[in-house]
């Protein structure tokens, strides 16, 4: 499966916990985004990166979120000191920079559930 | 700050029927995406818009795009009890990182 890949799948913690998810992208694929999505929403812009360079953050990530794409392969996004408003699903999605277009293709995504 | 609005949000409707459903965004582009997701799951693409007139169809699917309405539609033709999801329509208009601002989604049950 040459897909976008997400791991875990779910995670449940207990607030006050730190959280990391990993993202690895469609290999070919040099553009990746972080979104998250909560019930009955559609997902909302989290973070991009061209590469392993970290080009736009959204305002919802705040001081305790940080992501990085180190190689610029796959993708780390960790959530310090969790709060209950961080539950959400979290997407990956990845696209190709030679694309006359920007067609994102979306993992399985990670749910977290904050206690 | 760009806006994405779709409607109905929440739509039932029989099998064999016909509808649409509508997305208009709030600023100028002219790249417009329609995703599907089942419950639990992640998006699947299903369309890519990327002019004014722009029309593409999939089996009951059938999306289009007026640019200068600033709107997008998805009409489905005699739908299916698969066809039961929720439907998104996303635009992306910043040149260089293409992020995508999502609608809020269109849950549409299919009658048997």
């Known amino acids: 499966d040459t897909g976008v890949s997400q791991d875990p799948r779910h995670k449940i913690t207990k607030r006050g916990q730190n959280v990391t998810f990993r993202c690895d992208p469609i290999?070919?694929?040099?553009?990746l985004y972080w979104y998250r999505q909560t019930l009955g929403q559609g997902p909302e812009f989290l973070t991009y990166f061209q590469n392993e360079a970290q080009l736009e953050k959204s305002r919802l990530l705040s001081d305790r979120f940080s992501a990085e794409r180190p190689k610029g392969s796959f993708s780390t996004l960790e959530i310090q000191r969790t709060e209950q408003g961080d539950s959400a699903m979290y997407l990956c999605?990845?696209?190709?920079?030679?694309?006359?277009?920007?067609?994102?293709?979306f993992g399985p995504g990670t749910r977290l559930t904050v206690l | 700050e760009l806006k994405v609005e779709q409607n109905p949000l929440f739509l039932s409707m029989q099998e064999g029927k016909n509808y649409t459903i509508y997305c208009n965004y709030s600023t100028t582009s002219d790249r417009l995406y329609w995703y599907r997701q089942d419950p639990g799951k992640s998006l699947e693409s299903l369309f890519v818009l990327l002019s004014n007139g722009a029309v593409k169809q999939e089996g009951r699917l059938m999306a289009s795009l007026d640019t200068k309405a600033r709107l997008s539609t998805l009409h489905i033709t005699a739908a299916v009890h698969d066809l039961s999801a929720t439907y998104f329509c996303a635009v992306d208009v910043n040149f260089g990182n293409e992020k995508l601002t999502f609608g809020t989604g269109t849950r549409l049950t299919i009658i048997p």
């Open positions: 290999s070919e694929h040099n553009r």
């Open positions: 999605a990845s696209s190709s920079y030679r694309d006359s277009y920007n067609e994102q293709f």
